[in-house]
């Protein structure tokens, strides 16, 4: 009943940028912890970002410095901009909302992000 929604995926060019939207509703988006996760083909999915309610960020190695998560709690979405993007960047993009009392995991059902050479 609760499912976060993507949108933003598509085909761009390599150093291209796309941005990622995920809205969420039914929970206290406030409160609640969000991230990024990917999953290429043949590959266990990943995390790509992550950002607490109260402003912490993590990202993977492999896209610090080009990837940002932010987010607009009136909106009650978070963002993810990708610049600089490579081939290896495709993948399917999943969102991820933690609440925080119960704690709980949702996932959205993911949106595909193709960058070509």
């Known amino acids: 009943q609760v499912q976060p929604v993507e949108s933003g995926g598509g085909l761009v060019q390599a150093g291209g940028s796309l941005r990622l939207s995920c809205a969420v509703s039914?929970?206290?988006?406030?409160?609640?912890?969000m991230g990024w996760y990917r999953q290429a083909p043949g590959k266990q999915r990943e995390l790509v970002a992550q950002?607490?309610?109260?402003?912490?960020?993590n990202y993977a190695d492999s896209v610090s410095g080009r990837f940002t998560i932010s987010r607009d709690n009136a909106k009650n979405t978070v963002y993810l901009q990708m610049n600089s993007l490579k081939p290896e960047d495709t993948a399917v993009y999943y969102c991820?909302?933690?609440?925080?009392?119960?704690?709980?995991?949702?996932w959205g059902q993911g949106t595909q992000v193709t960058v070509s050479s």
């Open positions: 039914g929970i206290i988006f406030s409160r609640s912890a």
């Open positions: 950002l607490t309610s109260g402003g912490s960020t």
């Open positions: 991820k909302a933690e609440t925080w009392s119960p704690r709980v995991n949702y």
